[in-house]
């Protein structure tokens, strides 16, 4: 007996947010089937346009009751490491550092490399459960890096982050800096090896891009040569700009030109290049520098930002704002970027913080947020068959129930999955066409070794704190628990 061939059929599903190419925009559709066979899409429409779906069907499912989605794609995260940084910096900053944590604390709490692949599976199973199918994790190139991802079933994207060398404060109020532009060259050499490696995976689903990590940790030739070497392969690179208060002075004090202005001037800024984070242009509220015109050159450009707002809001930081640069037609993308890797989290802060930080409810729409989880953010990786239901675009796409009570009543779908329901309501998540979430569990792997090499990961952060830390201080004194323990 043969086994049955021809695609899966989800039939007469509540609501499909389908792709509109005519319009470049989702839209949604109720009561339509969506197909897929193998690897792609194959048909989106409604029940009633009298066309259908006619090819051979395999697996019939019944849609009633559901919403499908597209497959959020997480422009920005760094799940090497800090999945264990869980109950540590959740309300911890520097107030003599802008209120950043990434100088002070950051190298303290970091794990150890040997637990990476642990934390990048934590992550990657928030991840699938909150909808997302493609990560972009901007790390430390090793060559077992790949196979983290792969056996996952998760669509990776690794961004091989080098740099010259790292910062440190040994006083809590201002940032050293050890630079070996030597060692950035030979590390920037590594980093395409591996990006080239990466995108020979066999699976199909992990690719590799460049990503000069930070802005005041490589050089002008370092960028521009991380540069050449994207555009040789039709690339983009990501680097980390426009972060932190420190960062925006540090770029000043060395080109006397910003974060933005630099990019601009070395010819770095354009549409080649992805700005992780991209918060502190001159004209934002918490700076005073009226001497440039960051916004401007930014739209100009065609750069496009990773936005990560939950990260930013633990420390009373926002983006000025998503609705103001989605409007100027700066390409933005959503990111993770910390812990906890969901989604769906983002897309909400993204809107609440928007509009906190415009002092209006227009400040950042539920349109905005998905599109730049979805479709934008696929655009910035140079994947339009991403972040879309639409036939011809990759079978990455989340179920939700629309019996789940947080989704009812259900007048507006995704307004009620982002700001009601959350990752409760995502059912069903496949990735290229194979399910890897199934009733809301993961079916690829299993965490439980994860988690607990996690905990022994943190535990050896906990004892190591005070030699790390450049004032001696304990775990407890640094990031002090919401209530003291007694007894």
């Not at 640069?325 to 989604?343: K, L, Q, R």
């Not at 009570?405 to 998540?429: G, H, K, T």
């Amino acid at each position: 007996m043969t086994e049955a061939t021809g695609a899966t059929l989800y039939r007469n599903c509540d609501w499909i947010v389908a792709w509109d190419a005519e319009a470049g925009s989702h839209v949604y559709l109720q009561n339509a089937d969506l197909a897929f066979s193998g690897k792609d899409v194959v048909y989106v429409g409604k029940r009633s346009s009298g066309k259908g779906y006619d090819g051979p069907v395999a697996n019939d499912i019944d849609g009633a009751g559901l919403m499908l989605i597209p497959g959020f794609v997480d422009i920005h995260s760094h799940p090497g490491h800090e999945p264990g940084w869980k109950g540590m910096l959740e309300e911890l900053g520097s107030a003599k550092l802008g209120q950043s944590s990434l100088y002070e604390f950051m190298p303290v709490f970091n794990i150890g490399p040997g637990y990476a692949k642990h934390a990048r599976r934590v992550a990657v199973s928030e991840l699938l459960k909150s909808g997302v199918t493609t990560i972009c994790d901007l790390g430390q190139p090793t060559p077992d890096w790949p196979e983290h991802y792969a056996e996952t079933g998760i669509r990776a994207v690794l961004w091989a982050m080098f740099r010259s060398g790292p910062w440190k404060t040994t006083n809590g109020h201002s940032v050293e800096y050890d630079l070996d532009p030597a060692r950035g060259d030979r590390l920037l050499r590594e980093a395409i090896d591996l990006m080239d490696e990466a995108g020979r995976h066999p699976s199909g689903r992990i690719s590799g891009l460049l990503c000069p990590a930070q802005i005041d940790t490589v050089t002008e030739g370092q960028i521009l040569e991380a540069l050449a070497a994207a555009r040789d392969r039709g690339q983009p690179i990501q680097i980390h700009a426009a972060q932190s208060i420190v960062e925006f002075q540090e770029i000043l004090r060395r080109y006397g030109e910003t974060p933005i202005g630099w990019l601009d001037r070395i010819g770095a800024l354009g549409p080649d290049l992805v700005i992780g984070h991209g918060i502190f242009l001159n004209d934002h509220p918490w700076l005073h520098f009226p001497h440039a015109n960051d916004f401007e050159r930014l739209r100009d450009s065609g750069a496009g930002v990773a936005h990560c707002p939950v990260v930013f809001a633990r420390r009373g930081i926002a983006l000025n704002s998503l609705g103001r640069y989605v409007e100027a037609g700066i390409p933005c993308g959503i990111g993770t970027d910390s812990f906890p890797h969901n989604m769906l989290d983002e897309l909400r802060m993204a809107c609440y913080a928007g509009r906190i930080r415009a002092g209006s409810y227009t400040g950042a729409t539920t349109a905005q947020a998905f599109t730049a989880a979805t479709s934008a953010g696929a655009d910035l990786i140079r994947r339009p068959d991403l972040g879309r239901l639409a036939p011809g675009c990759k079978a990455d796409f989340a179920v939700i129930d629309m019996s789940n009570p947080y989704m009812q009543p259900d007048y507006e779908p995704l307004r009620s999955l982002i700001y009601s329901a959350n990752d409760r309501a995502v059912r069903d998540v496949y990735v290229d066409g194979v399910q890897v979430v199934r009733d809301g569990e993961v079916t690829t792997f299993d965490i439980a070794e994860d988690i607990a090499m996690l905990r022994r990961g943190q535990a050896e952060v906990i004892a190591g704190a005070p030699g790390r830390d450049w004032a001696g201080r304990s775990l407890e004194e640094l990031s002090p628990r919401v209530f003291p323990v007694r007894g």
